[in-house]
């Protein structure tokens, strides 16, 4: 890989990304690499202003932070291409992130970087868009969004708590209504995380799958479904125009949906690409860890192994 080009971002409010993310920018840019160094948070968005202000290659994207800053970073960078070097830094589960062991070594991590002495990990991502019937056309009415974990429909009110009501299809024949909290569509990566706490399955990265999970239903029946990669669900906004819905994507407000709008969600022209540099990567270990599986109560040792 070469290095001439590099986005920086580091959690905003925190000192320790920040140092980080400052000392790795001055590393770099003694080697002749042009920085982008900036906050990413709740009300700091570097990357438009990073891709708009150059027009060469951006080598790498640099995360420091923990999972939200790189679900930030991947929704911005990764329609462009930009692989991600990930480090928990002041972050929290880090799902997503590479050891902070590995990388504290800086001078060995761009040795390793500009002699590819790395691996890199391809994951799935969404991409969503709202539309709208116009007498006999359908046209778009807003953005294209991305997500790595997962998009979502929800009620949006700011004095009461409404249930949606929502209708799904899948390439274009009704599956459901739904009548509760809303719905989450999610990939793999995100499996672990709203979708996991909304009862839906967990399912490994490395596969490319859609998991369709609702929100609190009122029904009893309503259970999460797992699509094929290529499918698009269509998720129909129903009920009383006084009451809209949100789509978030990986918990970001994207915009707002109406009754009479949809939105369709589909697997992204896209993949996250992350820099690995553990010599031992195992989802297993990564779910034993973060999640804490105790596993059985009493602890049984295998012996058919031996």
């Known amino acids: 890989m070469r290095l001439k080009q590099v986005i920086i971002a580091y959690k905003a409010e925190d000192k320790e990304s920040k ?9 770099l840019e003694a080697r002749q690499c042009k920085v982008l ?17 150059t027009g060469q290659k951006i080598d790498l994207g640099i995360i420091l932070g923990g999972d939200g800053t790189v679900l930030a970073a991947a929704r ?7 692989p991600l070097l990930a480090v928990n830094v002041g972050g929290h589960l880090g799902f997503l ?9 800086t001078e060995k991590l761009w040795h390793r970087l500009e002699n590819d002495l790395y691996a890199v990990e391809r994951r799935m991502m969404l991409e969503a868009q709202v539309w709208e019937r116009e007498k006999d056309n359908c046209e778009p009415v807003s953005d294209r969004f991305f997500c790595l974990n997962e998009m979502c429909v929800k009620p949006a009110c700011l004095d009461r708590m409404p249930t ?7 390439d274009g024949e009704v599956v ?19 979708t996991a706490s909304a009862n839906g399955p967990i399912m490994h990265p490395g596969m490319s799958a859609i998991a369709v999970t609702p929100i609190c239903p009122l029904s009893l029946s309503s259970r999460s479904l797992i ?3 290529r499918s698009v669900v269509s998720i129909w906004s129903l009920g009383d125009y006084e009451l809209n819905n949100k789509l978030w994507t990986d918990g970001a407000l994207a915009t707002t949906m109406w009754p009479g709008q949809w939105v369709n969600v589909k ?3 896209c993949n996250a690409q992350f820099i690995i540099l553990r010599d031992s990567h195992s989802f297993y270990k990564t779910l034993r860890d973060k999640l804490q599986w105790a596993g059985a109560r009493i602890y049984y040792q295998n012996n058919h192994r031996n």
């Open 97 to 105: 992130t590479e050891p902070f062991e590995l990388f504290k070594d």
């Open 76 to 82: 911005h960078l990764s329609p462009e291409s930009i």
């Open 267 to 269: 697997m992204a022209d």
């Open 176 to 194: 459901d209504q739904y009548h509760g909290d809303g719905l989450i569509v999610s990939t793999p990566t995100g499996s672990t995380c709203y």
């Open 227 to 229: 699509l094929p990669p």
């Open 19 to 27: 140092k980080w993310a400052e000392r790795c920018a001055k590393e």
């Open 164 to 170: 949606s009501l929502l209708e799904m299809e899948v």
């Open 37 to 53: 160094l900036g906050p990413s948070g709740v009300k700091d968005n570097p990357y438009p202003v990073f891709l708009a202000s």
